[in-house]
């Protein structure tokens, strides 16, 4: 074993060699030639090393035989019974056909290569003719040989999981820390789902891999609201800006408050224009201000950020209201506060319904997009009506960035949303793999159509 641990060791020197050689004072590049030797052996490396390890656990678990000419010869074993000679001192060939079989086990566990009876019932001894490499008797206080360690799995690699959906090149591997505290409303995960009248109604919160990372809660948050009194429904999302203090609390305040007002405000009719929609967001503003403000200092945010100081709690805010009976009334109302957005996808086919970033946005980070509770007045409205066959969907950034002209995801979700998937079937899309998508992501998305009415 140790010639092919010093085997590896040259590989990876003999790799390494050019590419010191080459580690240029000036910044240039190693060869590709170097970079690609030097990967191949780092690769061989594990292998080199579970090896090792077999043997050592074989060296200490007794399974290699020791050598019979060193072992001590009692009078008992120097002699036959009743005159018949020593099996020591018979032919060869003799001595191999009387020779008494070694038991099968090793501390009552069968040998490894024992396919008998002995090995479907540990303790019963073995009754045919000796095999060469069965493993002598052991003392009771001998060690038992290890066990070989179970393949670790990832969350990704468990067989029993589905396939994740993956859109285009996959991320890197993350560490998963929790946060501090977890509660079953700031859960990585959230999905509920169900009809609303002739509409079907899906919802899913993930935390992002970035927040993972970290080991930060999930800042995005979700409402749905609905009156038995009202012909309308209310689906909201909120993204919490990273930057910022508390902005899992901003965003939860944010989706929670603005449902309930626009319930409120539904009862004396629908929106008539701009001046509706900067009620609620206002009112909204005060609502997260009042929540944050009785919070202690964020000490999370202040070690992400460590670069400058947090600024004050920041969320986006997307509101759309939409009738229960789509094909009676077809009426659609919405507004958007920062880059969280209102999709329509119609024949695979996904455009924007709502967008209040500004040309050149870059996202939540950049100063340019405008969020709650400092800006209530920077929103943009919508009323529109509801096409049939259309597929409505609320998204914060982490989701709606990654739907792009002809991607992967878009055409992937696009076939798959033609029809309301299942909770966990929704919940997988959501929570698509791609590199450098790292953010939280939070969809709710509205079928013009009944499809729970029995669900097995």
Not at 406 to 411: G, N
Request: charged share 25%; aromatic share 4%.
């Amino acid at each position: 074993m140790a010639h092919r641990v010093v085997t590896g060791v040259l590989r990876v020197l003999r790799a390494l060699a050019p590419l010191l050689a080459a580690a240029p004072r000036d910044g240039a590049v190693p060869p590709v030639r170097s970079r690609r030797r030097l990967r191949g052996a780092f690769r061989r490396l594990p292998l080199i090393g579970a090896g090792w390890r077999r043997a050592r656990r074989q060296d200490r678990g007794g399974e290699t035989a020791p050598d019979a000419s060193l072992a001590p010869v009692s009078s008992s074993d120097a002699s036959g019974t009743d005159g018949v000679p020593a099996v020591a001192d018979r032919p060869t060939e003799q001595a191999a056909a009387d020779a008494p079989a070694p038991r099968a086990t090793i501390d009552g566990e069968p040998a490894p290569d024992d396919t008998s009876a002995s090995a479907r019932h540990p303790g019963v001894q073995k009754s045919g003719p000796a095999q060469e490499d069965s493993p002598p008797d052991q003392a009771p206080d001998a060690p038992r040989p290890e066990s070989v360690e179970p393949r670790h799995e990832t969350a990704d690699s468990h067989p029993a999981d589905p396939e994740p959906l993956w859109a285009g090149r996959p991320p890197r591997g993350v560490a998963v820390l929790l946060p501090p505290v977890v509660s079953h409303d700031r859960a990585a995960i959230a999905v509920d789902g169900g009809a609303v009248g002739g509409v079907t109604v899906r919802m899913a919160t993930v935390r992002g891999r970035g927040h993972m990372q970290s080991g930060e809660g999930r800042q995005d948050a979700f409402a749905f609201h609905t009156d038995d009194e009202l012909p309308w429904l209310v689906a909201v999302v909120a993204d919490g800006v990273s930057t910022a203090m508390h902005a899992a609390a901003a965003s939860s305040e944010a989706a929670a408050s603005a449902g309930r007002l626009v319930i409120d405000k539904l009862r004396s009719g629908p929106p008539d224009g701009p001046l509706w929609w900067q009620d609620v967001c206002e009112r909204t503003a005060e609502e997260i201000t009042r929540r944050t403000e009785s919070l202690p200092p964020d000490d999370a945010a202040g070690r992400r950020w460590r670069m400058f100081a947090p600024g004050p709690p920041a969320t986006t805010l997307a509101v759309l209201i939409a009738s229960r009976t789509p094909a009676e009334d077809p009426r659609l109302f919405g507004a958007v506060v920062g880059d969280s957005r209102v999709l329509r996808l119609r024949d695979g086919a996904w455009s924007a319904l709502l967008d209040a970033r500004p040309t050149g946005g870059r996202g939540a980070g950049d100063e340019r997009v405008q969020t709650l509770p400092q800006r209530p007045h920077a929103l943009r409205t919508v009323a529109t009506e509801w096409q049939p066959g259309e597929v409505l969907v609320l998204a914060t950034d982490g989701f709606a960035d990654a739907i792009g002209a002809r991607s992967p995801l878009t055409l992937a979700l696009g076939a798959r949303w033609q029809h309301p998937p299942s909770l966990l079937g929704f919940l997988r899309d959501v929570d698509f793999r791609k590199a450098t998508y790292n953010d939280d992501r939070t969809v709710v998305a509205l079928w013009p159509e009944n499809a729970d009415t029995a669900v097995p």
